[in-house]
C-alpha cells in the first residue's frame, strides 16, 4: 500500500500568517494515464472533510486563491496564505492514484 | 444538488454485522463512483473500499475479509455491510464522491 507521511503532525499559526504542509508518499502518485491524483482535505470540527485541491493544484469551487497546492512525483505541499479563522482545523492529504487509496495521518492547524 | 446521507444502526453489538445506506441523489451512480471511509473518535480517515459506475468494487485490503459494497442503483442507494465488528470498528462512518462531495457521517458505536 502507497504510505502518506504528511507533516507536521500540529502547525501553530498565527491569524494573517502563512502555513505549509507536506505530504509524501512512499511511490509515484503519477497514473498511467499521466495525471496525478493527489487531493487536499480540510475537516472541521465535528464536520464531514471538505475538499480543497484536487489533482496536485486545482482549487475546488469556492475554494479561496489563498489556498495553494503544488508538487509532483511523491512530494507535495498545501500552503495557506494569510490564514483566516475559518482555515483552523485537520488537513488530510489523500492519494487516490493506487488502490488501496490512503490518506495521510493529518495535520492540526491551531493558533499560536 | 448533489447530495449524500448516510443512514443506519448508532449502536451495534461486538462480533455482529453493520449495515449502512448511502442514498444519494442529484447524480446517478452509474456516472459517479462512490468511496466509504470512516474516521474513529479523534483519529484519521481511512478509506475502506469503492464501488465503480459499472457496479465493480475494491476494498482495503485490511477490510477485504469483512466488508462488502454493493448498490441499487433504482433507489440511488450504496450499501456497506461489514461483519465480525470490533470495538475497534466503532468510528464514523462516510460515504463520499472524490470530486468533492461528501455526507454528514454516521456515528457507529461497537459496544454490547
Known amino acids: 500500500d502507497v504510505v502518506m507521511t504528511q507533516t507536521p503532525v500540529s502547525l501553530p499559526v498565527s491569524l494573517g500568517g502563512q502555513a505549509s504542509i507536506s505530504c509524501r508518499s512512499s511511490?509515484?502518485?503519477?497514473?498511467?494515464?499521466?495525471?496525478?491524483?493527489l487531493h487536499w482535505y480540510l475537516q472541521k470540527p465535528g464536520q464531514s472533510p471538505q475538499l480543497l485541491i484536487y489533482?496536485?493544484?486545482n482549487r475546488f469551487s469556492g475554494v479561496p486563491d489563498r489556498f495553494s497546492g503544488s508538487g509532483s512525483g511523491t512530494d507535495f505541499t498545501l500552503k495557506i496564505s494569510r490564514v483566516e479563522p475559518e482555515d483552523l482545523g485537520d488537513y488530510y492529504c489523500?492519494?487516490?492514484?493506487?488502490?488501496?487509496?490512503?490518506f495521510g495521518a493529518g495535520t492540526k492547524l491551531e493558533l499560536k | 444538488q448533489v447530495q449524500l446521507k448516510e443512514s443506519g444502526p448508532g449502536l451495534v453489538q461486538p462480533s455482529q454485522t453493520l449495515s449502512l445506506t448511502c442514498t444519494v441523489s442529484?447524480?446517478?451512480?452509474?456516472?459517479?463512483?462512490v468511496s466509504w471511509v470512516r474516521q474513529p473518535p479523534g483519529k484519521g480517515l481511512e478509506w475502506m473500499g469503492v464501488?465503480?459506475?459499472?457496479?465493480?468494487?475494491a476494498y482495503n485490503s485490511l477490510l477485504k475479509s469483512r466488508l462488502s459494497i454493493s448498490r441499487d442503483t433504482s433507489k440511488s442507494q450504496v450499501f456497506l455491510k461489514m461483519n465480525s465488528l470490533q470495538t475497534e470498528d466503532t468510528a464514523t462512518y462516510y460515504c463520499?464522491?472524490?470530486?468533492?462531495?461528501w455526507g454528514q457521517g454516521v456515528m457507529v458505536t461497537v459496544s454490547s
Open positions: 511511490q509515484s502518485l503519477v497514473h498511467s494515464n499521466g495525471n496525478t491524483y
Open positions: 463520499a464522491r472524490w470530486d468533492g462531495y
Open positions: 489523500l492519494q487516490s492514484t493506487h488502490f488501496p487509496n490512503t
Open positions: 442529484g447524480f446517478s451512480l452509474t456516472s459517479y463512483h
Open positions: 464501488i465503480w459506475t459499472g457496479g465493480s468494487t
Open positions: 489533482r496536485v493544484s
